[in-house]
Structures are given as C-alpha cells and as structure tokens.
C-alpha cells in the first residue's frame, strides 16, 4: 500500500499505538518518548534554544523538521504566550512529510489535558494529507503557523526566511536518514543567521558533524530521562549565498511600524486591513466613493470555489493553495457569512471530463472530505435535481460579501475619500483627493483598489498586465431549491433560507473605470447556458447586478511592491542583451509603495493568502507563499518580461 492508498489520503497502517503512544511503522519510531513528553520538549527544545530569552523579541521565527504531533509547536505557543508582549509575532514554520490523520492527532493530543485548547484550535484548521504550504492563523493572527507538506530539503530549499531557532525533530536519523542528509543540513544554514540556534533530541555522529560543516558550533548537552544526550549549537559562520539569477525579484527591506493607508475597501482592502491591523500596524483603510460603486465586492453573492489545475507550477498551485487557506480562515468565521447549504459539484457530463476529473484528482490527492468524486444518484440527491456526477468539494459555497467585509474591517472605521494622486514628501506618502486636499498621510500605501489602481500605479510602456472587464449576475426567488452549488459553464449558488439563489457570470471586455449598465442579453446568457441547472423561478424575481472585474493577462494578482519603472529600465536593460542578471544590480523600488489588485474572478478566494503574504512582507516574517509564487505575483513581472523580449 502507498502513502495515499488510505480512503482520506493517509495509509491507515502509518500509526500504531503502543500503549497509548502514537508509533509510526514506517520509521519504526514513537512520536515521543513514552515518560514525560512535556518534559522532553521542555528540556531538548525549549531550553536548548534559550526559548525565554527568544520570547522577548518582538516578532520570533522558529523552524522545525518533522512537525509530528504538534506538540513542540503546542508547547512553543504556551509558552511564547505566557513570556512575548501583547503586540509580539510569532511564526512557526514546519515540514511534515507523513502528516497524521485528524482522528491519529486528536487520540495523540488526549494524553495533553493542558494544552487541550490549542490543540483543539490547531486540529480545526489541520490540512491533513495535502501536499504544499498551509497557513494557519492563531490566537487573532499573533500565531502563524506555516505547515510544509512534503520533503524537507524541496520544502526549504523554495522558500527564503531567516530562523531565529531551529527545531529538529523526526525520527532518528537511522529510521529517517532522508531528514537528517547533508542537503536539508545546507537548508538549515541557508535560512539562518549568524546568531541562530538550533537543538535536537539526537547527537548522533553524523549529524553532529553535518551542522558543523555547514557553520554550526554543536555541543551536547545531557539528554531528557533515559537519554544520554541531546545538542544545542547555533550559527558561527554564515552560508555563502551565490549572485541571484532574478535579482530584480530582491524584496525591499521590512517596515515594522510604518504607518499604513490602504487604497481600497474590497475583499482585497479588508483583508489586507485586518491582517495589517493584527500584526501591530497603524492602518488607515479607504473606501472610494459612490462612484466607485462598480467595485466588484459590493456583489451580492460570491461563490467560494477552488480554480482546479493540474500541474506544479506557481499558477495552479497558488490557486489551490489560497481557496485552501481561504477555507480555514473562513471556517473561523461566524457561520452566517454563508448563504445556503455549503458544497459545490463540478458535474463531468460526458467520459472525457469524467476522466479528466479523475487525473486530477489523482494528481492532487487531497482527502475525501476537501475533494471527492460522486456518482450521479448522490449529485442528484444532493442538488435536489437529475444532475451528472462529478467533483464534489463540501467546503465551496455562497457567501455574503457584505458580511463577510464588515467581519474583517467594519464599515465605521473606513475613511471615505476618493484618492486622485500620490505624493511623496519627506519620506512620507500625501494622498490627495480630487481637489487636490491631502486626506491622508503614510509611510507605506498599498493600493488594493481593484481597477482603480491603473490610476495611480507610476506609468509605464510595460504596464502591470492589468485587464479591466465588465461582469454580470442574477439573484432571483427560486420555485424549486438547490440544494448545493454547481459550477460549469458559470454557477448556481444554493438556495438561501429566504429561497433566494444567484446564477452567473458573464464576463466581457470593458475600457471605462466606472459604471457598468445592467444587460438584459447577458442575462439571457446566462440562463441559456446553466439551463439544467437553474433551479424554477418566476422571471419577475430576477435582480440583475453589474460590476468590474480586474483581472491580469496571466490570471495571476499583483502582489508585492512598486517598482520604480525609470530605475528598472536602467538596471536590467542588460536583459534585452542577453547579458548575465548575476551581475545586475538589486532593484529599486517606489519606496514604500505596494500594490494587491487584478484578483479576477476568483477575489474571494485569493486575497486571504495575499493579506497575509503582503503583511509579511512589510514586517519581515516568513512568506505563505514560496518563492515561485512571490516571484510570479510581482507588478515587476510585466516589465520584466518586456525587457527579455527587448521590446
Ligand atoms: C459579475 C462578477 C461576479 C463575480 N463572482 C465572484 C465569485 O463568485 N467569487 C469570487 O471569489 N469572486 C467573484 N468575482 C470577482 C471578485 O468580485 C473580485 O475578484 C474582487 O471583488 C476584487 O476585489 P478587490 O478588493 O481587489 O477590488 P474591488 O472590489 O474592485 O474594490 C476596490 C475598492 O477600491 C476602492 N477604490 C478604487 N479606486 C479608489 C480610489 N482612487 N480612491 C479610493 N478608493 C478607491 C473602491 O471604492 C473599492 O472599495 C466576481 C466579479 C464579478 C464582476
């Protein structure tokens, strides 16, 4: 049996238990020793690292191999909680390979009386056996969890951070000697500082001398119980880091304590808003005026649903990690942000998109409970209507936006202005309205305006790859019900309590950033194609509703900062040449500015992710999203492009 053979995802002979502690077969290993857990991570983690003094830094990075059970993260958060200042950060990124199950994690967790409530927290967001990045918000976002599924060294060696400890956990390097080779020891020391430590439960030869070749001075220290010994080093000599072969993709230095204005209250501004308010920043949200009431998230109803891809590459895997993440975020949210019944088929009506369905979901393997195929008589069942069978996703659904936005960053605390142009002055940005009155000052603004943003993002020949369209929906009082959500060819929400259900959406190019006029012939569209699905209506019910999308030329967000387009021509003009981008310099950027906009037609979903990446890119934690992903979301990307193909 593989490691997926398991009916969610899991190989059901993974754990063993032996008396009462979890035993995983494949590596031959318990997950903790059997005497006093608690005091094991206490004594080789905790105190190996000097966690205490750790804790008195205002934003604190811990990585670790092997997150197991949880439990020296479990005991890191209490602690870092009892210690860390109101306003304090913590991040914990961990690489599992063999994530357990939720019921293994649970029976693992019952033998932690005290630490039952964050675990409890913990488990409700667990991804389970999904291979990727999981971000997982705690304690009202001061806890990021950053859970790698997968190998260790691929896992790290995508990402750039910079450890403040190191927690390195797994099984013992002769059951696991993949966790514990020469190329993860590298990682190790590519993520981290002169100054960095690390501790372990094993002081085995080899591992020993494997930190040392990579800079680390290792010392043993006695072990926990029954063990002779355990180690503790930290970082003498900092890794040699060879020339960027992007160095335009070089992130601008972290703000911690930058005043913020945020252009823009959609999904993309709030969410943004919220997790920049979380981790401590000053933050002013704006709010355009009626007249930007084009904005897409002032829609009635948004579906929830994930763009599945097959494929590694950052565009199919940014999209499923952020409805991932979205989902988590979401499920911590009051439950009345959801209109109707949750669950989404994507139905397959003839073999070649049932076997497409299948590859798919053989590729993505995630468990039943995220992603399943069911038959025909059950998508019957479940949409109240004859229906194909196909994808089933019980997550997806309906939400109310206007709920939603008011939850992440409420309606009275947005300032209502219409910003015409920027200024900088001082070191400090100066918003300006229409007539020309600065209505607000920052440090750093992020344009989170949707379409808007193509006003005031610095102009340029390359352009963002910003495209701006027209969409149109319907709501209407429905006959008959859905039981569930259906995408193909557009979408059928479920039907609300109220027997109210949405159905769309079209998508057309449109060239003016202001009102769309509703279209009678879309809406004709839009019945035609979802005909068999469409639950019964009376026509006189429908509401149609309009608004922009912005989406960009490759279905990927702006996300990051602004650069400055004069410097950037300069700097990598070499491209057009084809000469060595060892050598170019690193970029300049507009300092300060920051942009998250063109979400398309998939806003509610990505901007969970996005908040998150761009706050962390702004206080200097870890990313959600590897480096192939950062890379492909930045504005530079368009101008870059340009300069390769020397036009
Ligand atoms: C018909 C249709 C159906 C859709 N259905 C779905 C769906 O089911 N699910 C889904 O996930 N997505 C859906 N989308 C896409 C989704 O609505 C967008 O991706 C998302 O709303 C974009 O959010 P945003 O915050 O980036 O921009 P917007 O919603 O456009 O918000 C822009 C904000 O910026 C403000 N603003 C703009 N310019 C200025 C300025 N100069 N000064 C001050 N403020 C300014 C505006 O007032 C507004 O607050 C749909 C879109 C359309 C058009």
Same mark, same amino acid.
């Given at each position: ?64 191999? &092997? ?7 479990? #005991? ?6 009892? %210690? ?15 994530? $357990? ?9 019952? %033998? ?27 304690? #009202? ?28 956990? &797994? ?5 696991? /000697? ?27 030869? $080899?591992?020993?001398?494997? !930190? ?36 335009? +993709? ?93 669950? =989404? ?14 590859? !798919? ?9 995220? !992603? ?32 939603? =936005? ?133 026509? #006189?019910? $429908?509401?149609?509703?309009?608004? !922009?999308?912005?989406? +960009?030329?490759?279905? %990927? ?33 507009? /300092? ?21 990446? $761009? ?33």
């Amino acid at each position: 049996m593989t490691e997926t053979d398991g009916q969610d995802g899991h190989d059901p002979d993974a754990i063993d238990w032996r008396d009462g502690i979890p035993y995983a077969a494949r590596f031959g290993d318990l997950y903790y020793s059997a005497e006093d857990p608690r005091g094991e991570v206490q004594h080789t983690f905790l105190d190996g690292v000097d966690f205490d003094a750790l804790c008195r830094q205002p934003t604190l990075t811990i990585a670790e191999t &092997g997150f197991g059970t949880g439990l020296n993260f479990l #005991e890191a958060w209490q602690r870092w909680e009892a %210690l860390a200042s109101p306003d304090a950060q913590f991040t914990f990124i961990s690489v599992e390979a063999f994530p $357990m199950s939720q019921a293994d994690l649970e029976q693992a967790h019952a %033998l932690f009386p005290a630490l039952a409530d964050k675990a409890a927290q913990l488990r409700r967001q667990w991804p389970g056996f999904i291979r990727g990045s999981h971000l997982i918000s705690l304690s #009202e976002g001061r806890i990021r969890l950053i859970l790698l599924i997968g190998e260790a060294e691929k896992m790290f060696a995508a990402r750039d951070f910079t450890a403040d400890a190191w927690f390195l956990d &797994g099984f013992a390097p002769a059951q696991n /000697p993949d966790m514990w080779r020469d190329a993860v020891f590298h990682q190790i020391a590519r993520l981290s500082r002169p100054g960095t430590k690390l501790a372990s439960f094993t002081a085995a030869g $080899m591992v020993r001398r494997g !930190l040392a070749e990579v800079g680390f001075d290792i010392v043993k220290r006695p072990g926990f119980g029954r063990k002779r010994d355990c180690i503790a080093g930290t970082l003498e000599i900092p890794v040699d880091r060879p020339a960027s072969k992007t160095p335009w +993709t070089k992130l601008p230095t972290p703000r911690p304590g930058a005043r913020i204005a945020v252009i823009g209250a959609g999904i993309a501004g709030r969410c943004l808003g919220a997790s920049l308010i979380n981790a401590g920043f000053e933050t002013t949200v704006i709010q355009g005026p009626e007249s930007r009431a084009w904005a897409a998230s002032t829609l009635p109803r948004a579906l929830i649903a994930p763009k599945l891809i097959r494929g590694d590459q950052p565009y199919p895997r940014f999209w499923r990690q952020a409805y991932l993440d979205a989902l988590r975020v979401l499920d911590g949210i009051a439950p009345d942000i959801w209109c109707g019944p949750r669950g =989404l088929i994507i139905p397959a009506p003839d073999q070649g998109i049932r076997d497409r369905q299948a590859a !798919l979901k053989g590729e993505l393997a995630w468990p039943t409970d995220i !992603l399943r195929q069911i038959d025909s008589s059950e998508a019957a069942d479940r949409l109240g209507r004859a229906c194909p069978g196909g994808l089933f996703l019980p997550g997806a659904g309906i939400l109310d936006p206007s709920r939603l =936005l008011e939850r992440l960053v409420p309606d009275t605390t947005l300032l209502q202005t219409d910003v015409k142009m920027l200024s900088r002055t001082g070191g400090r940005w100066s918003l300006h309205d229409g007539r020309n009155t600065v209505v607000a000052t920052a440090d750093v603004v992020i344009l989170a305006c949707g379409p808007g943003a193509v006003e005031l993002l610095p102009e340029h020949d390359a352009g963002y790859g910003l495209r701006i369209g027209s969409g149109q929906l319907f709501q209407a009082q429905g006959a008959t019900a859905s039981g569930i959500s259906i995408l193909h060819d557009g979408y059928v929400g479920s039907t609300d309590a109220s027997g109210v259900f949405v159905a769309g959406a079209t998508s057309e190019g449109w060239q003016n950033i202001g009102p769309v006029p509703v279209d009678p012939a879309a809406t004709d569209r839009i019945q035609n194609r979802l005909a068999d699905y469409l639950p019964d209506f009376s026509t #006189e019910s $429908m509401n149609a509703w309009t608004g !922009l999308r912005c989406d +960009t030329v490759d279905h %990927l967000p702006l996300a990051g900062p602004v650069q400055n387009p004069m410097a950037f021509e300069t700097a990598y003009d070499g491209l057009r040449h084809g000469k060595p981008p060892e050598a170019m310099p690193d970029p300049d950027y507009e /300092p300060g500015l920051f942009c998250l906009t063109g979400l398309g037609a998939r806003g509610f979903q990505a901007a969970f992710t996005l908040a998150d990446q $761009m706050t962390a890119m702004l206080s200097g934690n870890p990313l959600p999203l590897d480096r192939d992903m950062t890379d492909a979301l930045l504005p530079n990307r368009f101008q870059i492009r340009n300069l390769r193909r020397n036009l």
